[in-house]
């Protein structure tokens, strides 16, 4: 027994632990090694298009991975009066629009289909599942036909109602995944208390997966925001256009001025980044949220 004693507190001395330190930090020194090398090449292109936007397009064709001479905060401002204004609001309200209906809608059908038993069931899971193999190039003439249908062509619908649609499927399933880690337990006792479904739904399964939720924001942001074939085809006047459409035609209206449209190309992809920083805690968690069941 002793020297069992003796044994333990010999694994345990301040020696041991720090060498099984050393080993972690040695063990753990290339992994950073390849996230450091993948952050440089991820973050590099962006560290360029930010100085070469505070440029004229002369030094941007003499020297453009230099810093600036001069920094032109002038450039932003010539983007933001000549056009990506418009185009900015445009996308702020197709944004906010399609993450509102995809986030509720999605969070609605997982609801369903967790928490109800009814015939066509699974087979309404697998069309869902089904969903996310449809390529929004096969789709996009019968599409395009039925939006004239409804009447809805160059209108901010035109692209609500198809983002709404396309992202649907993923969302369903991701909210899915964790609505199941719900404990029929904690439903069950609402439901004695006295909640209806909807209360039950709105103030117990919403509450509790807010991060998954905030998570399918994130994910429908970043592809309503730089979604460029539906905005180009579905929409016709300068007034509606969003940002990816909106530049193609600004560069063309500024006659190839590269300092302000990099400017432009800035003020475009700023939200997205600002949207992902602040909600990266949630969207961790969302993601790892339903991981094991589902």
Same mark, same amino acid.
């Given at each position: ?21 050393? $080993?972690? !930090? ?6 950073? @090694?390849? #996230? ?5 090449? =991820? /973050? *590099? ?99 395009? $036909?039925? !939006? ?6 160059? @209108?901010? #619908? ?5 983002? =709404? /649609? *396309? ?128």
């Amino acid at each position: 027994m002793e020297t069992d004693k003796a044994t333990v507190k010999y694994e345990y001395n301040p020696g041991t632990r720090k060498l099984f330190k050393q $080993k972690a !930090i040695l063990g753990s020194v290339p992994l950073y @090694t390849i #996230l450091l090398f993948y952050f440089i090449i =991820i /973050a *590099y292109p962006l560290f360029w298009m930010i100085i070469n936007s505070f440029k004229t397009t002369e030094e941007i064709f003499s020297n453009s991975w230099a810093l600036p001479q001069s920094w032109l905060v002038s450039n932003y401002v010539h983007a933001w009066n000549t056009g990506i204004s418009g185009y900015f609001f445009n996308s702020a309200l197709v944004t906010v629009s399609t993450c509102l209906g995809t986030v509720f809608l999605s969070a609605l059908g997982a609801y369903g289909l967790t928490r109800f038993n009814f015939k066509g069931k699974n087979l309404l899971l697998i069309f869902c599942m089904g969903g996310m193999m449809l390529s929004p190039q096969v789709s996009l003439v019968p599409l395009y $036909k039925l !939006i004239q249908v409804l009447g809805i062509h160059d @209108t901010y #619908l035109a692209l609500i109602l198809p983002y =709404i /649609a *396309y992202r649907i499927p993923i969302t369903i399933l991701l909210i899915r995944a964790a609505f199941l880690e719900v404990p029929k337990e904690l439903e069950e006792s609402a439901f004695l208390d006295g909640c209806n479904t909807w209360s039950v739904f709105t103030k117990i399964f919403i509450p509790l997966n807010l991060p998954i939720l905030l998570t399918g924001v994130v994910l429908t942001a970043y592809f309503t925001w730089n979604e460029f074939m539906f905005a180009l085809i579905f929409i016709d006047s300068e007034a509606l256009k969003t940002i990816p459409a909106g530049l193609m035609q600004f560069r063309d209206a500024l006659q190839t001025n590269w300092g302000v449209l990099l400017a432009g190309l800035m003020i475009s992809a700023t939200p997205i980044i600002i949207l992902f920083l602040f909600m990266q805690k949630y969207f961790i968690r969302g993601l790892a949220s339903g991981s094991v069941k589902g």
